[in-house]
């Protein structure tokens, strides 16, 4: 039999709901698209991963291993699998109007003959659910799978939502009837499906055309694309898309006064609490102390000794330990630079969790040695570590007064970049630790280095941790997560220090 040509895709209806031009790319210009980051790569891993096992809560059902470079032979199968006695079909495949979907799993219904139920397995938490705009993401996949099932003449009973349950702590052995929530959304789905074909035909005629079409940028749609830098990587570092939190209603307003680039912006245009300050950090290339009172304060408010304190962790989808839940962030590593006082030579103080086991336990007690009794707890963004430490006292009970105390000793070095107490062009508009090291330290950066962010570090220790790293590989990397982690507290003793050279100390 002929393979049946399809000109869209379940990936690529979403695609064009994200952005038309992403779908015409996709479609003409796939090249062009950067390569998944490996954060990306894994998050797709963990899907598929917790894909399979979700379908072993449907004894007696039936895979069809085609895979996308097969679409004729997918659809061959599950045309057969449906008249057979399969209670349910993974990866079923189907066509209808130019588009080919694969379901995750067709479930036999319990009301009736020849009714199915769709279930869309997504590893994301349940937690979503408070979200419209996320939740929304999924009601459109699921729609579009709809509508091509019901062209297709498969009568359809329901349609839900297989994905984590974000409140389920384990205890014992996994229980992925606790793990795994199902949740209908069979109203909205089929709400959402009379509007489909329409979209779905304006999504053909424009892959049709020669010319990709126009589009605005659009701050946290274009970040998330793998065509930003093809689309934008152009613009200058001064260009009016670098304005923090700028949406597409203010850059059309910009652009339609002949306002291209930020320094062009007029005084008198209005601009939020986080945009002005980068407009005026524009104007001083070597950056400045904009409030010297509140950053002199700041400095001197520190009390020493200063623990310069950093956690690594790992969030896996699936709870590893017993006290656990889905995508929680266990601590596994930190590192402690400890300064007894202004421009001393700090001492150094580290942990790094064996991968095997609980790694709470020894991490607590070594912290309790490490942080000592007096003297700040200097981090880089306290939330984090602030909520890490009130986890690890909700799971320690006898150790609870002493981590709770830790808290009480919290200061953060990201708080004077965050207030705008000091401004810098290379800042962007942003006070992570990434950015505002090579501002202040240009000398001190993570270049070079085998791990060079968090989402790294997690992921290499769950190689280890999973057994995909082993022998000599296991050896650098646990090298690689030391030096990492140790960069980042010497980071924020730089940062302080040079703060306080900035204010003359």
């Known amino acids: 039999m002929a393979t049946q040509v399809h000109r869209l895709s379940k990936s690529r209806f979403m ?98 003959p020849g009714v199915w139920d ?3 397995v997504k590893s994301a938490s349940n937690s979503e659910s408070g979200s419209k705009k996320k939740l929304a993401k999924h009601t459109n996949d699921i729609a579009v799978q709809l509508f091509v099932l019901k062209g297709s003449r498969i009568h ?77 990587g152009d613009e200058p570092e001064d260009s009016i898309i670098r304005l923090p939190r700028v949406t597409p209603k203010k850059l059309a307003e910009l652009g339609a ?19 002005a300050p980068m407009v005026e950090a524009l104007r001083h290339p070597d950056g400045f ?34 006290r656990t839940r889905p995508y929680m962030q266990i601590p596994f590593e930190y590192s402690v630079h400890i300064q007894d006082e202004p421009g001393a030579e700090p001492r150094h103080r580290e942990f790094l969790a064996p991968p095997s086991g609980d790694p709470r336990p020894d991490l607590i007690e070594r912290m309790i040695e490490d942080l000592g009794e007096t003297g700040n707890i200097v981090v880089h963004h306290a939330t984090f570590e602030t909520t890490r430490i009130q986890e690890l006292a909700n799971y320690s009970p006898s150790r609870r007064p002493i981590l709770a105390s830790f808290v009480d000793r919290i200061q953060d070095t990201e708080v004077p970049f965050k207030r705008n107490w000091y401004l810098h062009p290379g800042l962007k ?41 082993a022998g000599d590989g296991a050896l650098s ?24 050279r900035l204010l003359g100390d």
């Open 15 to 112: 695609a064009g709901l994200h952005c038309p031009r992403r779908l015409w790319l996709l479609v003409h210009r796939p090249k062009e698209k950067r390569e998944p980051s490996l954060a990306e790569q894994r998050r797709l891993e963990s899907g598929i991963e917790f894909g399979r096992e979700v379908n072993r809560l449907f004894p007696g059902g039936v895979e069809i291993t085609p895979d996308y470079r097969h679409p004729q032979e997918a659809l061959d199968a599950t045309a057969t699998l449906l008249e057979s006695d399969a209670s349910a079909l993974f990866e079923a495949a189907f066509l209808h109007h130019d588009v080919l979907i694969r379901t995750d799993i067709l479930k036999r219904s319990d009301v009736a």
């Open 118 to 120: 769709l279930i869309e």
């Open 156 to 232: 359809i009973g329901s349609t839900s939502l297989a994905w984590v349950n974000s409140s389920y702590e384990r205890m014992g052995e996994l229980d992925w009837d606790q793990l795994v929530v199902f949740e209908d959304l069979t109203e909205p789905v089929c709400e959402r499906m009379s509007e489909i074909e329409a979209e779905l035909d304006d999504f053909l005629s424009m892959i049709d055309r020669p010319h990709m079409p126009d589009v605005t940028y659009g701050k946290t749609k274009c970040e998330e694309c793998e065509f930003t830098q093809f689309c934008w």
């Open 257 to 275: 006064m002949g306002v291209c680039r930020i320094p062009e912006i007029p005084d008198d245009y209005p601009l939020t609490k986080t945009q």
């Open 289 to 322: 102390v904009a409030d010297r009172d509140q950053l002199t304060r700041w400095i001197e408010d520190l009390e020493y000794p200063l623990y310069f304190f950093d956690f690594e962790t790992w969030n896996p989808c699936i709870p590893p330990f017993d």
């Open 429 to 469: 508009g942003r006070s992570s630790i990434k950015v505002v090291l090579p501002t202040l330290a240009p000398d001190l950066g993570y270049q070079g280095m085998e791990i060079q962010e968090g989402q790294a570090a997690s992921i290499a220790f769950g190689d280890l941790f999973e057994g995909r790293i």
């Open 477 to 500: 990397t646990r090298t690689a997560l030391l030096d990492y982690c140790r960069l980042d507290t010497l980071a924020m003793v730089r940062i302080v220090d040079e703060l306080r």
